[in-house]
């Protein structure tokens, strides 16, 4: 018989439109799997409709606070409603961004030198040399990323605004000069590495990750054996480290302006990777041998509690 699986997606965070997306794609993919799908739109109320509806799993399509930091996951643990993606622990631990690099680089990971603060300390003045990048220590899908250039004078002082919706701590961390390339994670192995390339953006910002024709995904990436082999060693030690299961995925840069050697420094890691119609793990899953299908397939068999 068929397993019932509840799509959770939306939610509100301010990630709900890539979640809406991310949910339709697999709900579809997951029919077309031969599962019986229910599309849950994600409010205060879910523990109610989740325990009403009683799916076999539960697969979470949420993006950003309250669906990636441990909150759902908690809730599904309470209602023994086995899950896709990484545990309540896993997902608290890799959404902050400081906690993830500190667990990265001491698992022997490169990292770029940072400092969290609260936001209105970051725009007094420079606290790094710039180029530097201020990030919310907290959120997803480059919300909130503001780069700094060499030649700017103040820190952005948009930081200062009354409006600013993406939480009072952020991280300012070293620009690092190179190309963009993420590995995904899938149980215990690294798939392929993908290199993404901006089209018309300065960086893999909000548009560029989820407006059609916003970057270009050249996976594999071309790039010598021994950095893609380094890419995917870090990943899944990141994997590990942070103790995520299911599909993950890290971010690198890649700065070979000096020769092919390079720096390769590790970025942060998501545990609920986009799934929309232009997002990366499909693409890397699919020059990787699975198709979405098979990928989201292989993601509900290996739903749990306990993870």
Request: proline fraction near 6%; include cysteine.
């Amino acid at each position: 018989m068929a397993k019932n699986v509840a799509v959770l997606m939306g939610g509100f965070s301010s990630e709900r439109p890539v979640s809406l997306r991310s949910g339709a794609a697999c709900a579809a993919a997951l029919e077309t799997a031969g599962y019986n799908v229910t599309t849950v739109d994600v409010g205060r109320d879910v523990a109610t409709v989740l325990s009403e509806l009683r799916p076999d799993v539960a697969f979470n399509a949420l993006h950003g606070p309250y669906g990636e930091d441990g909150t759902i996951q908690g809730i599904l643990e309470y209602l023994q409603i086995p899950y896709t993606h990484s545990g309540v622990l896993a997902s608290a631990l890799a959404m902050n961004k400081q906690i993830a690099k500190t667990i990265a680089s001491a698992a022997g990971i490169p990292v770029a030198e940072a400092k969290v603060m609260h936001r209105h300390e970051a725009a007094k003045a420079h606290v790094l040399s710039p180029p530097y990048v201020v990030k919310p220590v907290a959120e997803g899908s480059s919300f909130g990323v503001l780069i700094v250039r060499e030649d700017q004078e103040h820190p952005p002082q948009q930081l200062y605004g009354a409006d600013w919706p993406y939480g009072d701590i952020v991280m300012v961390e070293r620009f690092v000069h190179g190309r963009e390339f993420t590995c995904a994670v899938m149980g215990d192995v690294a798939l392929e590495v993908c290199e993404i390339i901006p089209e018309g953006h300065t960086f893999y910002d909000y548009d560029s990750k989820y407006v059609a024709g916003g970057s270009r995904h050249v996976v594999p990436a071309e790039i010598p054996a021994a950095v893609t082999r380094r890419i995917q060693e870090w990943s899944l030690t990141a994997h590990r480290g942070i103790g995520c299961r299911g599909v993950s995925r890290s971010d690198f840069r890649y700065d070979d302006r000096f020769g092919e050697g390079g720096e390769v420094i590790w970025l942060e890691i998501n545990t609920q990777p986009g799934m929309t119609e232009v997002s990366l793990v499909p693409d890397i899953a699919a020059a990787s041998g699975h198709s979405f299908p098979e990928l989201l397939t292989w993601m509900v068999e290996d739903a749990s509690c306990g993870r």
